[in-house]
């Protein structure tokens, strides 16, 4: 197999992200990928009206507030602990090591056309976070979020045994 080109770039500090007044800013992991869209909500529901949010990949998001005094409210705030399961300090080298992928699923056999054969097919590259179970949609694709921490692009061949027979999915 041939070995895998690499680059190497050097970034200059001028190029950097300008991390200012980072006492008002947190990096929290949710603890559902499904509460990312409603966060604002759910957060103004504990009396964080005015925070700001992005999202950074895997389960965390970037939480900017008003203050350094509302951040510590924050985190100390019992309700958001049920939304979010770990707090960091917004630091330079913080990097995400997961992801968040749409994985799909084709060419199992329509015996196998089911959420289960799906979910069971995508945790081989991590951990299933919820999969499209709208019977609407095309019923021979598969499609499922995983939480991986695979960084590579997914395009790989998984043989799936039924009932003594092979299939390549």
């Known amino acids: ?19 200012t007044d980072t006492a008002c800013t947190i990096l929290a992991e949710v603890r559902d990928v499904l509460s990312i869209p409603n966060l604002i909500n759910l957060c103004r529901e504990e009396g964080f009206l005015n925070l700001k949010k992005r999202y950074m990949g895997g389960l965390w998001v970037w ?21 979010f399961s770990k707090f960091c300090d917004l630091e330079k080298e913080f990097v995400i090591k997961e992801r968040m992928v749409l994985v799909e699923i084709l060419s199992l056999p329509i ?14 590259w991590g951990e299933v976070a919820f999969s ?18 695979v960084m590579e692009f997914l395009n790989e061949v ?12």
């Open 158 to 169: 998984v043989v799936v045994e039924i009932g003594g027979k092979s299939y390549s999915v």
């Open 132 to 149: 499209d179970d709208n019977e609407s949609n095309c019923m021979s694709v598969g499609k499922v979020c995983v939480k991986t921490k």
């Open 1 to 19: 197999m041939p070995e895998k080109k690499q680059h190497r770039i050097t970034i200059g500090e001028k190029e950097l992200t300008g991390m």
């Open 111 to 124: 015996c196998a056309w089911n959420p289960c054969m799906f979910k069971k097919v995508a945790a081989i």
């Open 63 to 83: 939480i900017a507030c008003e203050s350094a005094t509302v951040c510590r409210k924050f985190i100390n705030n019992s309700g958001i602990h049920n939304v």
